[in-house]
């Protein structure tokens, strides 16, 4: 029994030890599955560029979801990935010219500040044309109508019809679409994610001068036949790709920050006041008498006649580009808030109809040939209506605090992109039969404190 | 260190003991009994005392499923010891005796930028029991005992917190109590025959109730207010413990024991950490959600004492784990798991003894926490050598 006892224990720690000191490795196989990563394009809007606080700056470039994505498909024979950085030091540019945002402290409040003041203009007088062809085609400002159209960075167009995002990084500002550029490099994988534009820019103005894209018209006019293209042009090249649609853009911090009913009233002198001032209004019920306590501004609405305001109802988005220091003095109150900071229900309504058409459109032309469907506008609903918890982190769409958008309120922050990125890798692994490690959530961050 | 056995619950309470696979509860063999069994401790031959150490060595992996990234830990060594004496008439019915012991215990840290840095990154939970314990021999068969268990601890939990400074670091939460409760260990033994013993023990749950603690917010100036500073008040439901013993000693020279425990840890659910003064981020709480349930041990151990200068020992336990796939957390990785050990000892002279084991567990879980959706797989290897000295009065 001693010797039997003896080899019993000889026999367990040998395994033992050899247990201990051997590394287990969980670690799955990666696989490019029946896709080739080799030249992925990345084609879009500024979500695609890696567009941030209001601005196209390095940081923010650095983490956009392409960028991220690309770095997980060096893993499966992914090539370089090249995108046209700005220098890394400067505050950026935005569409207005101005420069990034950064949260700062005004008057012992946390608000949004510009960086500088004014946007970096040697972004949009110096050419990266140089060092392209850039496998990140995504160009801030561009729409699926806009990003067929050839001449789309030139200059010679005059102010308004041409990008000078664009025209920064194409060899060929006076005849090159966005398109022709992505496909000239004969990309083996492709990504789109483009539509955003074609109804934020209505969004974002408040319905107030650009017009949602129709569904109808020729390649650079309406949405589908655009589309169509755009996909075409990818799909000639016989590359493969995913394609994604687009959010529910109201909502993003940009239209949920701001209450509707954001008028509080302190004291009964106010109250009064105001009663006064909007009897008219009241009698005709196009204002509910104020009280004490929260009330709901007043905006301009042309559809009132004569009087061409009312009170917002519940439901109705007041903008973050709201001057709000004026809501404090007086704006929405004893002046109404002008359309362009308001989404009244009808346009709410047509913002609506407009984004589920495109996305049957995206959905159908996903599934007509076989590409990875990415379902953004589930996933921003989910994440708005639930919100995230990843490794034990919450995400929700939150302004500042809830950590997925950046300071603009539309676009996403470094820890958004690797969500969004990964809802692109998912949605590859499971068509291309891919086993794409995801992006690390856990080092990347939201908006930053001063 | 990692854990051992069963979520935080230590089972090193005696050199001897580990030796054979830490069974033991039905066959009294130093001072140590006065934890194992204290219905045991009046059928001791001789009084004594006895100082045990163990070595705590653990390196442990989190391979995340999503992104195939493998983390690993930076665990500190840790010591977990027990020191015990007994005295009173050998010949007598009556004996006592005081055990001083680890029973719970956690330690893991994670490299920085881990998974877990969010839920957990570092925790340290230390207790240490002092139990003066009274035997009675009821008759040459039967004895009963009972200790009471006066229990202090000590926790630090870290986590990271999701708001970043201006250099893009993340702020941090501490939370610092101690902590302390009391506890019966009680435990019959029973004798029927010169070869066959048999044991039944039961320690009943320990709340261990915070005092002083503070939960410390490192975070940028502008959302301190947001994240204040201050007291916190908690408590922690340690597990009332069952067990059921038998040695049987077919020859002179050998002793074969085997036992199984029941660990109740249905107490162990929501960890509420109420924050004494004002809300954080709007809660009046920080909730750790555990739902552990019932673990289970199961061990069989062999002793060889062929009456010279030296002993064998050899053992092995299998623990079924009280926490769900559903639960695991990056605090406490646990699993279902066989742990082999080794022991021997040298008797120098009558008075006194050297016995030295050796312990190894090995963890494998796989796991998706639904509170956390972390999702991944917990690989842990503990080596857990021991030393205790016995001195015989």
Same mark, same amino acid.
């Given at each position: ?171 060929? +500002? ?39 894209? +129709? ?73 509910? @008498? ?161 | 260190?990692?854990?051992?056995a069963q979520a935080y619950q230590l089972n090193?309470q ?11 509860l ?9 934890f194992t069994n ?37 665990? +500190? ?26 029973p719970f ?44 268990a ?33 506890n019966v260990n009680a435990g ?12 039944l023990t039961y320690r009943s749950p320990l ?20 994240? @204040? ?9 340690l597990p009332q413990i069952f067990g059921l013993g ?13 036992e199984g425990y029941l660990s109740d840890w249905n107490d ?26 019932n673990g289970y041990n ?24 009280p ?71």
């Amino acid at each position: 029994m001693k010797t039997y006892l003896k080899y019993f224990i000889v026999v367990l720690f040998s395994v033992g030890v050899f247990t201990a000191c051997t590394e287990r490795d969980e670690t799955f196989t990666v696989s490019k599955g029946n896709a080739d990563f080799s030249n992925y394009v990345a084609f879009g809007n500024s979500l695609t560029a890696g567009y941030a606080d209001n601005a196209l700056y390095y940081d923010a470039q650095v983490v956009s979801f392409p960028n991220l994505m690309a770095e997980q498909l060096e893993e499966v024979g992914g090539g370089d990935f090249s995108q046209p950085l700005v220098d890394p030091g400067s505050v950026g540019i935005g569409s207005d010219g101005n420069a990034r945002l950064i949260l700062g402290v005004v008057d012992g409040e946390l608000s949004p500040v510009p960086a500088a003041p004014q946007g970096d203009m040697s972004i949009f007088t110096t050419s990266v044309a140089g060092e392209g062809p850039f496998n990140n085609m995504g160009v801030p400002g561009a729409t699926v109508t806009t990003a067929v159209f050839p001449g789309y960075g030139n200059p010679a167009n005059g102010e308004g019809n041409f990008n000078p995002f664009f025209t920064r990084m194409t060899t060929d +500002p006076a005849n090159a679409s966005m398109l022709s550029d992505a496909v000239a490099q004969q990309p083996s994988f492709f990504t789109v994610f483009i539509g955003n534009n074609d109804v934020l820019g209505y969004a974002t103005t408040g319905g107030a001068s650009t017009p949602i894209t +129709p569904m109808e018209g020729g390649p650079g006019v309406g949405f589908s036949a655009s589309y169509d293209a755009v996909i075409e042009g990818f799909l000639a090249t016989g590359a493969k790709g995913a394609i994604a649609n687009i959010p529910d853009v109201t909502s993003t911090p940009f239209f949920t920050t701001v209450p509707y009913n954001g008028l509080v009233l302190e004291d009964q002198g106010q109250v009064d006041a105001l009663n006064d001032a909007y009897a008219p209004l009241i009698d005709m019920g196009l204002v509910a @008498p104020f009280e004490l306590g929260p009330n709901g501004f007043i905006i301009e609405d042309e559809n009132i006649p004569q009087v061409g305001m009312r009170q917002i109802q519940e439901g109705e988005l007041i903008l973050l580009s709201v001057p709000q220091d004026q809501l404090a003095a007086g704006l929405g109150s004893q002046t109404p808030i002008p359309d362009q900071y308001v989404l009244t229900a009808d346009e709410l309504s047509e913002i609506k109809t407009a984004t589920e058409n495109f996305n049957q459109k995206i959905k159908s032309v996903a599934q007509a040939n076989d590409l990875a469907f990415v379902d953004v506008n589930s996933f921003l609903s989910k994440l708005d209506e639930q919100g995230l918890i990843i490794n034990g982190r919450e995400i929700t769409t939150e302004f500042v605090t809830g950590g997925a958008f950046s300071l603009d309120g539309v676009h996403l922050t470094p820890i958004g992109n690797v969500l969004l990125a990964n809802q692109f890798i998912k949605a590859i692994n499971s068509t291309y039969d891919a086993k794409i490690p995801q992006v690390d959530p856990t080092v990347y961050g939201g908006v930053v404190f001063p | 260190m990692g854990v051992f056995a069963q979520a935080y619950q230590l089972n090193l309470q005696g050199t001897r003991q580990i030796g054979k696979g830490s069974t033991g509860l039905a066959q009294p063999t130093d001072a140590t009994s006065l934890f194992t069994n204290p219905g045991s401790a009046a059928f001791l031959d001789e009084n004594g005392a006895t100082l045990g150490v163990t070595a705590a060595i653990s390196k442990g992996t989190f391979t995340d499923a999503n992104t195939n990234k493998v983390y690993k830990t930076d665990n +500190p060594l840790k010591t977990p010891f027990n020191a015990s004496a007994v005295f009173g008439d050998t010949e007598g019915k009556w004996r006592y005796g005081i055990t001083i012991f680890t029973p719970f215990g956690s330690t893991n840290k994670w490299k920085p930028e881990s998974f877990g840095r969010f839920d957990v990154k570092e925790i340290s939970l230390l207790t240490i029991s002092v139990q003066p314990t009274v035997s009675y021999k009821i008759s040459e068969q039967l004895g009963i005992g009972v200790g009471l268990a006066y229990t202090y601890g000590q926790v630090d939990i870290r986590r990271d917190l999701p708001v970043q400074f201006s250099n893009s670091a993340f702020g941090e939460s501490q939370i610092k109590s101690d902590a302390n409760g009391f506890n019966v260990n009680a435990g019959i033994y029973y004798k029927p025959s010169e070869k066959v013993a048999l044991a039944l023990t039961y320690r009943s749950p320990l709340k261990m109730k915070s005092s002083g603690g503070t939960v410390n917010f490192d975070v940028p100036a502008p959302v301190q207010g947001t994240f @204040p500073s201050q007291g916190i008040s908690a408590s922690l439901p340690l597990p009332q413990i069952f067990g059921l013993g038998v040695s049987y000693q077919p020859h002179e020279h050998w002793v074969i024991n085997a036992e199984g425990y029941l660990s109740d840890w249905n107490d162990y659910d929501i960890i509420d950490i109420k924050f004494e003064d004002e809300p954080v981020a709007g809660s009046t709480s920080t909730k750790l959600i555990r739902h552990y349930e019932n673990g289970y041990n199961f061990r069989v151990g062999v002793e060889y004492l062929p009456g010279k200068n030296y002993e064998l020992r050899a053992g092995i336990s299998y623990s079924m784990s009280p926490i769900k796939d559903k639960y695991m957390s990056p605090d406490v990785p646990d699993a279902n798991r066989i742990n082999p050990a080794i022991g021997g000892s040298y008797i120098f002279s009558e008075n006194f003894r050297i016995d030295a084991a050796l312990l190894m567990e090995f963890i494998h879980r796989e796991s998706h926490n639904v509170v956390t959706d972390i999702d991944g797989t917990y690989n842990f290897d503990l080596i857990l050598p021991s030393v205790g000295l016995t001195y015989i009065f």
